[in-house]
T-cell receptor, first 115, second 117 residues
Framework: AQKVTQAQTEISVVEKEDVTLDCVYE???????LFWYKQPPSGELVFLIR??????QNEISGRYSWNFQKSTSSFNFTITASQVVDSAVYFC????????????FGPGTRLSVLP | GAGVSQSPRYKVAKRGQDVALRCDPI?????LFWYQQALGQGPEFLTY????????KSGLPSDRFFAERPEGSVSTLKIQRTQQEDSAVYLC???????????????FGPGTRLTVL
């Protein structure tokens, strides 16, 4: 069975601090996809990144970086020099299927960046 | 429009009423997904369409929930005899689902917030 755990329910940081959001997943498949989505107060889910199970290379995109470690089944997300606009709920998700069905989301981490 | 649209954005229903939620996917997107997001939770998969075919409805919580996509574009999620536990945000997503070998990301709509009194 698939499962995604985000142990941090809420995190508060002061602007310009770095923050890491944790994600641990469970799957029996050897081929799977991991995602991070941002959900601002407007409610729409915004795609941030996709990673497939064969690509463990870490990725950096501006202030965002992702650390994928299959050995610990983790896919953590770090925001460097956080900004108030980063305040949102962040979801980690797992898909075992090629076309995206059976998308399993974690419970989310609410990030508040204070000025 | 450029993105996935959903209507209405907000719906209040009395317990026992039937409701219909609409999703307009991105033009040309083959796959369409419905999710239910309870307050403070992550979205949970309800059902999946490829064109007009409903390929997976394993997430529908009861037989009061019904989804259709008769012409392979617009989809409607219908909930009959609504109950308070149906209160949630219902999200729709679409993806291109081509055969190029690349994973097709899901694009989400803004959701419909359903409140059952």
């Amino acid at each position: 069975a698939q499962k995604v755990t985000q142990a941090q329910t809420e995190i508060s940081v002061v602007e310009k601090e770095d923050v890491t959001l944790d994600c641990v997943y469970e799957t029996r498949d050897t081929t799977y996809y991991l995602f991070w989505y941002k959900q601002p107060p407007s409610g729409e889910l915004v795609f941030l990144i996709r990673r497939n199970s064969f690509d463990e290379q870490n990725e950096i995109s501006g202030r965002y970086s992702w650390n994928f470690q299959k050995s610990t089944s983790s896919f953590n997300f770090t925001i460097t020099a956080s900004q108030v606009v980063d305040s949102a709920v962040y979801f980690c998700a797992l898909s075992e299927a090629y076309y995206g069905q059976n998308f399993v989301f974690g419970p989310g981490t609410r990030l508040s960046v204070l000025p | 429009g450029a993105g996935v649209s959903q209507s209405p954005r907000y719906k209040v229903a009395k317990r026992g009423q039937d409701v219909a939620l609409r999703c307009d996917p991105i033009s040309g997107h083959v796959s369409l997904f419905w999710y239910q997001q309870a307050l403070g939770q992550g979205p949970e998969f309800l059902t999946y369409f490829q064109n007009e075919a409903q390929l997976d409805k394993s997430g529908l919580p009861s037989d009061r929930f019904f989804a259709e996509r008769p012409e392979g574009s617009v989809s409607t999620l219908k909930i009959q005899r609504t109950q308070q536990e149906d209160s949630a945000v219902y999200l729709c997503a679409s993806s291109l689902a081509g055969t190029s070998g690349d994973y097709n990301e899901q694009f989400f709509g803004p959701g419909t917030r359903l409140t059952v009194l």
